[in-house]
């Protein structure tokens, strides 16, 4: 296995998607085996950040009682992976081009994953 990029969960900017070298699987998450076949072989890719809001959620009750409401979204990465994270923008529906951003949450900063519905590119032809 070679050494993995490090993602938010280590504190960088990052979103990682991970190939199985063997089938060919992608994850998120660094995990050591292939959730598929059990092979050890990867290679880490840093995610573009964009993709598919497929659900969106809001939790009025949170397990250290601070921030509540939250907004919740789950996004299909364009690389594969479906990725939870946090939502900044009050628009942001199912069926909405997402992207990531990355905001620092809760009492000790903590880096993670937070979503805005993606804006089309200006030129772009809708
Ligand atoms: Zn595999």
């Known amino acids: 296995m070679?050494?993995?990029?490090l993602d938010w969960t280590h504190g960088e900017s990052t979103l990682l998607v991970?190939?199985?070298?063997?089938?060919?699987?992608?994850?998120?998450?660094?995990q050591v085996h292939c959730p598929v076949c059990g092979s050890v072989?990867?290679?880490?890719t840093p995610a573009a950040g964009g993709g598919l809001c497929v659900a969106v959620t809001r939790?009025?009750?949170?397990?250290?009682?601070?921030?509540a409401p939250v907004r919740l979204?789950?996004?299909?990465?364009?690389?594969?992976?479906v990725v939870m994270g946090r939502v900044h923008d009050a628009d942001l529906a199912p069926g909405d081009r997402?992207?990531?951003?990355?905001r620092l949450d809760g009492p000790?900063?903590?880096?993670?994953?937070?979503?805005?519905k993606e804006m089309p590119q200006k030129g772009s032809v809708s």
């Not at 979204?73 to 992976?81: M, N, S, Y």
């Not at 997402?98 to 990355?102: K, L, N, Q, R």
């Not at 000790?108 to 805005?116: K, M, Q």
């Open 2 to 5: 070679r050494t993995p990029e």
């Open 18 to 30: 991970i190939t199985c070298a063997r089938c060919g699987n992608h994850w998120y998450l660094p």
């Open 41 to 44: 072989n990867s290679d880490a």
């Open 59 to 67: 939790l009025h009750v949170t397990a250290d009682g601070q921030d």
């Open 73 to 81: 979204a789950l996004v299909e990465l364009d690389e594969g992976p």
């Open 98 to 102: 997402a992207h990531v951003d990355f």
């Open 108 to 116: 000790n900063g903590v880096l993670v994953p937070s979503f805005a």
